[in-house]
């Protein structure tokens, strides 16, 4: 009884951590139905007006499209970027890779406050007008080396003797990157992308200091949080949570339900 | 699988790439990545540098500064700021321990407890990465509210003595500590799940048959075969929260839980005392290099990446 009552003390532990990390998630759930008024900051009721109306307080959505056209742009330019640094880390060896790894290494080890602060200063030394294309340009430097990183994982589990064969049957290099293995490391790319998106969306503190007066929607969150944030935010935040949840869970059972398929055969 | 298998890391396929690895064409790979990582990253931390060491211009209005090597702006801001600095590493290694404490067991739960079946390890995980899907500052405002005075949390405790009559959990360093440890938690848990999802079962299966204790075998079999997972995940969390000042500036209060973060900001934003800002960024940049180097080495593993 006692190495019973051991054995399900760590379980419980574990599950006591995730229903941590979900607690300030379902509040913020939960306050996008608030009868808030102009401050959420307590319960007066249950509606629906918040999210029928998302962008009835001011500046949320024109913040909301901010950030997503900040991610897009982010995330195509840095999984670009990143994807051609996995694929010549993993497939070639040469002089200085070493020094190539540390570069890559070196942003994801600098604090955000510090990338911010170093890219505020070169801007302000060239005399570079700070808005949307500096928060670009910010933000595609801090996704590149987690992009690296996801795909350099892909491109490691592929058997090269995949592209050899390919090889061997008269394929160009350029046909053998396109038809073999561009499409197996689609699968990491994807990750890699949805890593980059996510990044930036929700970054705040490299934007903060790369965006003068251009807004993301994070940076309004904060802003707007000595005043009382409107619950149209929280309707916002719900919506991409859902979204986000729907994109994993989806992939999951897509993949599942394939390999099934493949069992089966 | 797609996303959650990233995060397991596939075992790689260990081939011996001849050393001729056909044509050249890495340079092309490389050089647009490699140009913008200098052009972004390593100039802007040469300009960092640069504008530590900038004077004010003689006569000039606020926030104009000239290029000059006056190495005593170090000297100021640290002697100005260093309490800040101190606190801003201890709050992360309190903020790292704590994740540790609470991020071990949910990836051992995941990765061992819930070995074999699937769909109950894919629901915890994506419940692990759910709080990357939600703004981390409107987390952060949750986390405001739920400890702010009115709150339900804190009338409870006031209630059952947990607190003391008058006692606040907002704006003290716990509730900025307890956002930090929150905030980055599942950075702790993804590398810890990524190595113990590599564990052989045989392996305790092995301890066991040999007579160890389930005690013995955690200490001598499961813990250190995760160590990996540790190393990486106390820096993922170590490395973020000493730069962090969301925190600090929703939670905290001014005087006992200031951290660095802030002070840059507020130099470069609101001082416009840029030389002081650009200093004190070098100081954390090279500290936090410093430790990581040093916890590396003697973490013995070196290849994270």
Not at chain 1, 85 to 104: E, K, M, T
Not at chain 2, 221 to 237: E, I, N, R
């Amino acid at each position: 009884m006692r190495l019973r009552l051991g054995r399900a003390v760590v379980p419980i532990m574990g599950v006591l951590g995730v229903l941590y990390l979900l607690v300030p998630i379902a509040y913020t759930v939960a306050f996008s139905f608030n009868d808030a008024g102009k401050t959420n900051l307590v319960w007066r009721g249950f509606t629906l007006d918040n999210w029928r109306n998302p962008c009835g307080a001011p500046q949320v959505c024109e913040a909301f499209v901010n950030s997503l056209r900040v991610g897009v742009l982010a995330t195509v330019l840095s999984t670009l970027l990143g994807t051609l640094l996995a694929l010549a880390l993993v497939r070639y060896r040469f002089r200085g890779r070493p020094l190539v790894n540390l570069l890559i290494f070196l942003p994801m080890s600098t604090p955000e406050v510090v990338l911010g602060a170093a890219l505020l200063a070169q801007f302000l030394s060239l005399r570079v007008q700070l808005g949307f294309w500096t928060v670009v340009a910010a933000h595609v430097l801090f996704c590149i080396s987690f992009v690296v990183v996801t795909v350099k994982a892909r491109v490691a589990s592929l058997d090269p003797a995949l592209e050899e064969a390919a090889a061997d049957l008269y394929a160009t290099p350029l046909e053998t990157f396109w038809r073999v293995t561009f499409p197996l490391l689609l699968p990491g790319i994807a990750a890699a992308a949805l890593l980059a998106f996510s990044l930036s969306f929700d970054d705040f503190i490299v934007t903060n200091f790369n965006s003068g007066s251009f807004t993301t929607f994070p940076k309004f969150v904060y802003v707007s949080a000595t005043r009382g944030i409107p619950p149209q935010a929280n309707v916002i935040g719900s919506f991409m949570f859902v979204l986000a949840l729907a994109i994993v869970v989806g992939s999951q059972v897509v993949t599942a339900a394939r390999s099934k398929r493949r069992v089966g055969r | 699988m797609t996303i959650l298998s990233g995060l397991g890391g596939a075992a790689p396929v260990h081939v011996d790439l001849p050393r001729e690895n056909r044509s050249r064409a890495y340079r092309w790979l490389l050089s647009p990545g490699l140009l913008y990582l200098g052009v972004m990253f390593i100039v802007p931390v040469g300009a960092l540098l640069a504008m530590s060491l900038y004077v004010p211009v003689p006569g000039g209005e606020l926030g104009d500064f000239q290029p000059a090597l006056h190495w005593q702006n170090y000297v100021d801001a640290l002697s100005q700021f260093w309490p800040q600095m101190v606190r801003s590493f201890w709050f992360a290694a309190i903020a790292t321990v704590a994740c540790l404490l609470i991020g071990y067991p949910i990836a051992y739960t995941i990765a061992v407890r819930a070995r074999g079946r699937a769909l109950m390890q894919n629901l915890l995980l994506v419940l692990v990465v759910a709080p990357f899907f939600t703004s981390f500052i409107l987390r952060t405002i949750a986390w405001r509210q739920i400890l702010a005075d009115e709150s339900f949390v804190v009338q409870a405790m006031l209630w059952l003595g947990l607190l003391p009559e008058g006692g606040r959990l907002t704006a003290t360093p716990f509730a900025v500590v307890c956002g930090l440890a929150y905030n980055f938690l599942p950075f702790m848990v993804l590398p810890i799940y990524a190595s113990l999802g590599r564990l052989d079962p045989r392996l305790l299966e092995a301890g066991a048959d040999l007579y160890a204790s389930p005690t013995t075998c955690f200490r001598r079999v499961t813990l250190p075969l995760s160590m990996p997972g540790v190393v990486g995940g106390t820096l993922l969390v170590f490395i973020p929260a000493a730069g962090d000042y969301v925190n600090a500036s929703l939670l905290g209060n001014n005087t006992n839980t200031a951290m660095i973060g802030q002070v840059i900001d507020a130099r470069f934003f609101k001082v416009l005392d840029y030389p002081t800002a650009a200093a004190l960024s070098v100081v954390l940049m090279a500290a936090i290099l410093l430790i990581v180097a040093a916890y590396v080495r003697r973490a013995g593993t070196e290849d994270l990446l």
